[in-house]
Nanobody
Framework: VQLVESGGGLVQAGGSLRLSCAASDLTFSIYVMGWFRQTPGKEREFVARISWSGSNTVYEDSVKGRFTISRDNSKNTGYLQMNNLKPEDTAVYYC??????????WGRGTQVTVSS
C-alpha cells in the first residue's frame, strides 16, 4: 500500500491544519493507522493512532485535546485535524499503517511549520 500525505504548510501559532493520508488500495481499511512526526536531529515520535474501524484512538499527551485523528475507509483516507497549533508542533508529519504494536508501511511525510 502506498501512502501519500498532504495538507501541511505554514501556519501561525493558534492556527489549524488538517493533514490527509491517502492510501493506494482497499487494504487500508484493515490496518491500524498512525501519525508520527520528526524534527531534525530527533527520533520520529508517535502522535496518534486509530483502529481499523475508527472506534479506538490513542494520542500522545502533548496533543490531547488539540489533535483529532480520523479515517474514512470508503475513501481509503485518514486525517489528522490539528488545532491550536504551537511552534513545538513544527515537524515533518508521517502517516503509517500497521498494527497497534508496529507500523511497517510509511508515507514520505508532509512539512508542518508553526510560527510564533
Amino acid at each position: 500500500v502506498q501512502l501519500v500525505e498532504s495538507g501541511g504548510g505554514l501556519v501561525q501559532a493558534g492556527g489549524s491544519l488538517r493533514l490527509s493520508c491517502a492510501a493506494s488500495d482497499l487494504t487500508f481499511s484493515i490496518y491500524v493507522m498512525g501519525w508520527f512526526r520528526q524534527t531534525p536531529g530527533k527520533e520520529r515520535e508517535f502522535v496518534a493512532r486509530i483502529s481499523w474501524s475508527g472506534s479506538n484512538t490513542v494520542y500522545e499527551d502533548s496533543v490531547k485535546g488539540r489533535f483529532t485523528i480520523s479515517r474514512d475507509n470508503s475513501k481509503n483516507t485518514g486525517y489528522l485535524q490539528m488545532n491550536n497549533l504551537k511552534p513545538e508542533d513544527t515537524a515533518v508529519y508521517y502517516c503509517a499503517l500497521g498494527t497497534s504494536r508496529s507500523f511497517d508501511n510509511w508515507g514520505r511525510g508532509t512539512q508542518v511549520t508553526v510560527s510564533s
